[in-house]
């Protein structure tokens, strides 16, 4: 037999001190910190630019950071306010973001995931932004992406194709205004079909890592769907400078096209050196050999030079469009910087914008309530036509711009011509779409620190 | 057969590249002693004289072309190199067209000087030190090198085409007994390793067949004897630095129109370089060429698919896993004087 000394009116004495206990330290954090990761709470409000400025593609991101730093001018009522006059959305009043002036830091990725982390890490809790921006990678993309979900902000990517972004690795504070891989085969291929036939055989060559593991497996699947078949497809290495070796076996390997899914200085090389070995000059199976980028860059097509003449590619977006949006970007950026704007600059300005109106339609800053201002939202005048930000994996739905290199330019920037603007519904695909991470792929739940 | 002699061809000029940088590296150290982690920084800044006097020679004036429109719809501002009005249309076009092979005419003194000044100003300083701080400050100075040159030309690569006389294919396969358009290989690759076994070539005359070259071996063989007897064999070693500096910038300015430049470019070449140097003995000239293109071709062979699809990832890795095997079991390398790195 025991004695207890338990007594019902004891237990529940105890309870309620022992709940009080736990409760306190919420009830005095509740009280004093912000409703959300960085809740802005002076006269001014603090958003990160994290591009890379060093590194392989730091002339893309510094080209991103000009129109960056145009769009925050143009929120705040400087200058002549670019696409903000032409945007469907009439929210902005050029007066800041809710009324308060914006600023914004800078951080450099220098295209390495680790880096732009760590980068975006110190944004977030030293410098107190409430949402970033920019990159021109998809694996950096990939990154940054998951720790604003973590952290409580809201990431609207820059630069970034890889199906994955708005794929397997779509996360709720996440938005992708540029195009992705699987956009860029769809509006490619009935282009190269007219352009080439329908019977051709394909080499690829392939950069190892998430965007072109994802390009490749949509340009396959679109062209074989209007019947070319695919020889084969080699993986090579981010960097690796010299593809002699890597294009002397397409020589010989029935291929009559090769598909070069490199970006960046990698795409300048290997392009180079496959003209290098003749591949155009040839003939295979009774056809000219030849060549295609899906995707472009103004920059990546400068660095070309004329080997880029008569190869077709796909863009985002392109300094040459006659649309209002389109000429007033390029107006305001050009006058201010002496150039043209990239496709990828576009997409850094155009999500600057759409983040603030977001803000403003949702009279908030909360993270959540920003992206379900997002979510969903139609607009236009921002250079692309009609686009929608789908709910469902926060891709932007819009036209997509089929390239050709141009075959006598007239000046420096006059590298590419528009040769289609593909229509947004032969690009759109289902959200559970098999290449963008099935009915497994899911958003998760907003998450607002 | 076809795609064996074409991977043969790959990795000739891959391995010429090898050669001239590693022949470089191994001059400074079989010299100086010094581990010189700036040698590719050298290779860079030689492919960007390339660039410089491409620059140069496009230097234009503008003229208004009321019937064109800029981007911004201004009337077009349309340029017109100085050279063409200078020189005639023709002659200012194939100087434009030539900038490659000219600018090894620029780089020879640009290199000489950059090595003087490298190794005058910062290098000798460190002679004394051990490695560990040679490799230090050299790579910290090809870091500073290389942010110096994007300050200037940005990170983008930029094109520096080969002659028009040069572009195009030659069709070995023909040669060969194969049926057209199975071997064919850039000619400027041919005009690369023909122009590498020269520079090659001329480095060993220079050292085997002078006065200057005599003392200099006597000189890495036994700085002290000679040292003893009169000689100041810290001059010529400076020289020495100021050609490989040459070697590496005029092997840089030949391989622009199979690599476009980028202020990367030397950091790549470097550590492979310094991989063929280990495998051929440190401080063997005649080793350093060997492995270079021993290890450039054993690179293009395991790029073949059929090795890759035995292997996979074969292709990054197989210069190391040589370097392994040397390293392992004959640490002086392949032509390495004995008792060197076998202690």
């Keep these: 037999m025991s004695n207890s000394n338990f007594t019902r009116r004891g237990v529940i004495k105890t309870g309620a001190v022992a709940g009080a206990g736990l409760a306190l330290p919420t009830i005095f954090t509740a009280s004093s910190a912000a409703a959300f990761t960085n809740e802005p709470t002076g006269g001014s409000v603090k958003i990160g630019f994290n591009v890379p400025q060093t590194g392989p593609y730091s002339e893309e991101g510094l080209d991103e950071l000009r129109a960056q730093e145009l769009a925050v001018a143009h929120l705040n009522g400087e200058g002549d306010g670019g696409m903000m006059n032409t945007f469907s959305s009439k929210a902005l009043q050029g007066n800041g973001i809710l009324g308060k002036k914006v600023e914004f830091v800078t951080g450099d990725t220098q295209t390495k995931s680790d880096v732009a982390r760590a980068s975006a890490q110190s944004m977030i809790q030293k410098d107190g932004v409430i949402m970033i921006n920019g990159g021109s990678s998809s694996g950096v993309a990939v990154a940054v992406q998951g720790l604003c979900q973590e952290a409580g902000v809201i990431f609207m990517a820059g630069l970034t194709h890889s199906n994955d972004t708005t794929g397997k690795d779509r996360k709720a504070n996440g938005f992708r205004h540029f195009f992705n891989a699987y956009m860029s085969g769809a509006a490619l291929a009935p282009v190269l079909k007219n352009a080439y036939g329908a019977d051709r055989r394909a080499y690829h060559l392939t950069a190892d890592y998430t965007w072109g593991w994802t390009q490749q497996e949509s340009i396959q699947a679109s062209t074989e769907a209007m019947g070319w078949s695919t020889v084969k497809d080699v993986r090579t290495p981010v960097g690796a400078g010299d593809f002699s070796s890597y294009i002397a076996p397409v020589l010989n390997s029935g291929a009559d096209v090769l598909v070069l899914n490199h970006y960046g200085a990698d795409m300048v090389n290997s392009l180079t050196q496959a003209i290098q070995f003749g591949l155009r000059d040839k003939q295979v199976n009774g056809k000219n050999f030849e060549i295609v980028v899906p995707l472009y860059s103004e920059l990546m097509a400068a660095g070309a030079g004329s080997n880029i003449e008569g190869v077709y590619g796909s863009m985002n977006w392109n300094w040459q469009l006659q649309d209002a949006g389109t000429q007033a970007f390029v107006k305001s950026f050009g006058e201010k910087y002496g150039r043209p704007p990239s496709n990828a600059a576009h997409t850094c300005y155009v999500q600057t914008l759409l983040y603030a109106d977001a803000v403003t339609r949702a009279n908030s800053f909360n993270p959540c309530a920003v992206a379900e201002a997002l979510e969903g939202f139609e607009f236009d005048g921002m250079g692309n036509g009609s686009t929608l930000y789908r709910a469902e994996d926060h891709q932007c739905f819009k036209d997509v711009l089929v390239m050709k290199g141009k075959e006598n330019p007239t000046n420096q920037y006059d590298t590419l011509e528009i040769v289609e603007t593909t229509p947004v519904a032969q690009v759109t695909y289902e959200a559970n779409h098999p290449m963008f991470g099935g009915d497994e792929a899911s958003l998760g739940t907003c998450n607002a620190g | ?343």
């Design chain 2, 1 to 343: 057969m076809d795609a064996i002699i074409l991977q043969i061809l790959n990795g000739l000029d891959k391995g010429s590249a090898y050669a001239l940088i590693a022949l470089g590296l191994t001059l400074i150290f079989g010299t100086l002693g010094v581990v010189n982690f700036a040698h590719g920084a050298l290779f860079m800044i030689g492919a960007f004289c390339a660039v410089t006097l491409q620059r140069i020679l496009n230097i234009s004036y503008i003229t208004i072309d009321d019937t064109q429109k800029d981007f911004l719809g201004n009337p077009l501002k349309v340029e017109s190199p100085y050279v063409k009005a200078w020189f005639g249309e023709d002659f200012g076009a194939a100087l434009i067209d030539w900038s490659v092979p000219l600018a090894i005419i620029l780089s020879i003194p640009v290199m000489l000087l950059v090595g003087y000044i490298m190794e005058r100003g910062l290098i000798k300083h460190f002679y004394k030190r051990p490695h560990a701080d040679q490799i230090l400050v050299t790579f910290g100075l090809a870091i500073v090198l290389q942010e110096v040159v994007k300050y200037f030309y940005g990170a983008n690569p930029i094109q520096t085409p080969a002659p028009g006389a040069f572009t195009g294919s030659f069709d070995f396969g023909v040669l060969l007994g194969f049926d057209p358009n199975v071997i064919i290989y850039p000619y400027w690759r041919l005009v690369y390793f023909a122009f590498s076994a020269v520079i090659i070539a001329a480095v060993f005359a220079f050292l085997q067949f002078t006065t200057f070259g005599m003392v200099v071996r006597a000189g890495m063989a036994d700085r002290e004897t000679v040292g003893l007897l009169g000689i100041n064999i810290d001059k010529r070693f400076t020289a020495m630095f100021g050609l490989a500096a040459a070697v590496a910038g005029m092997a840089g300015v030949m391989y622009t129109p199979i690599l476009s430049p980028n202020y990367h470019m030397g950091m790549d070449f470097l550590v492979l370089s310094f991989v063929v140097v280990v495998v051929g003995g440190m401080g063997s000239l005649p080793g350093a060429v060997l492995s270079g293109f021993l290890l450039g071709i054993l690179q293009s062979f395991a790029s073949m698919n059929e090795i890759k699809a035995l292997l996979p990832g074969i292709d990054q890795v197989i210069i190391y896993l040589v370097a392994i095997i040397i390293l392992l079991t004959r640490p002086r390398g392949l032509m390495g004087r004995k008792g060197v790195m076998e202690d």
